[in-house]
């Protein structure tokens, strides 16, 4: 069972930028990719980015631009660098990780984008 944990959310004026954190209880060496999804108040749960064991990244086009996903593999951490944050970012983030084809789901953690 694969433990994560996200961090870094809170309240930020549009324009502003966050750092989101998740950490994972198991190498990340050892999950094929983790990914950060998120929720909108009122809508699906919908994918942002993903990063693969081998580094290999992808972003959903809407944000492009605005996001980057990172990794640190010594701390077993995963980054989503937001920037240029708008009102209709504000969701609930989750951390999401994937290993022998099972899914795992962090808590989540709120960013309110709002001034």
């Known amino acids: 069972q694969v433990q994560l944990v996200e961090s870094g959310g809170g309240l930020v004026q549009p324009g502003g930028s966050l750092r989101l954190s998740c950490a994972a209880s198991?190498?990340?060496?050892?999950?094929?990719?983790m990914g950060w999804y998120r929720q909108p108040p009122g809508r699906e749960r919908e994918w942002v980015a993903t990063?693969?064991?081998?580094?290999?990244?992808n972003y959903v086009d809407s944000l492009k631009g605005r996001v980057i996903i990172s990794r640190e593999n010594d701390k077993n951490t995963v980054y989503l660098q937001m920037n240029s944050l708008k009102a209709e970012d504000t969701a609930v983030y989750y951390c999401y990780a994937a290993m022998m084809g099972n899914p795992y789901w962090g808590q989540g953690t709120q960013v309110t984008v709002s001034s």
């Open positions: 198991e190498s990340i060496f050892a999950l094929n990719v």
């Open positions: 990063i693969t064991r081998g580094g290999n990244t």
